[in-house]
């Protein structure tokens, strides 16, 4: 399961991608029993769909669902970043964000997809953590945006200054300007759609 996710970020699978039992099995060395209790994992996630008799496949989002998924993202981080900068002085709160901004904070050229993936994941998690709301956490995690995200080509250097100017404003304890950077960034990915259908889904379709 963990390496169909990774192929996912390195392009090796792509949405729509149809996982077959019995080629997955062999690839990997393991039983087909394996691979469909790793597939219904990654279904439980929102990662796969399944197909009647035709098995299962990575999810296809259409471009209307891959905007609502980034108009919800948007809302949910800009208020997780509000509300980290209001609770940024509480104990241990400044040192944890700090330790999750420092690698996104600077530009990182060619960096593994998956573990850039999860130390954006970590940013977030210590934002909605700090801003003690667990329905933001739960919520961000079924939010499967990376299916989109993840197709995005973006200047390191343009990325690490939007990450920068989240945590300036997270730290400075400012909630109207941290909700303002870290909605800016999303939709910065919004704008961007059209671009990501064209190229990595020519087959996706509204609705």
């Excluded at 530009?107 to 700090?130: E, G, K, V």
């Amino acid at each position: 399961m963990r390496d169909i996710v990774r192929g996912l970020y390195e392009g090796r699978y792509v949405a729509g991608q149809r996982l077959v039992e019995p080629s997955l099995a062999e690839h990997y060395g393991v039983s087909r029993g394996t691979v469909r209790e790793a597939v219904n994992r990654l279904a439980a996630q929102g990662i796969v769909e399944a197909q009647h008799q035709r098995g299962a496949r990575i999810k296809q989002p259409s471009k209307q669902e891959a905007l609502n998924m980034l108009l919800i993202t948007e809302v949910i981080v800009g208020l997780a970043a509000r509300q980290a900068a209001q609770n940024i002085t509480a104990a241990g709160a400044r040192a944890r964000f700090e330790e999750a901004l420092a690698p996104l904070a600077v530009p990182q050229h060619a960096p593994d997809p998956l573990d850039f993936a999860r130390l954006r994941s970590r940013f977030y998690r210590a934002m909605t953590r700090i801003a003690e709301n667990a329905e933001l956490e739960r919520i961000l995690s079924t939010l499967q945006v990376h299916l989109v995200r993840n197709r995005l080509v973006i200047d390191p250097d343009t990325r690490a200054e939007a990450y920068r100017r989240i945590g300036a404003a997270v730290l400075a304890g400012d909630g109207d300007a941290a909700e303002h950077a870290a909605r800016a960034h999303v939709r910065s990915l919004i704008e961007r759609l059209d671009e990501v259908f064209v190229t990595s889904f020519p087959f996706a379709r509204d609705g």
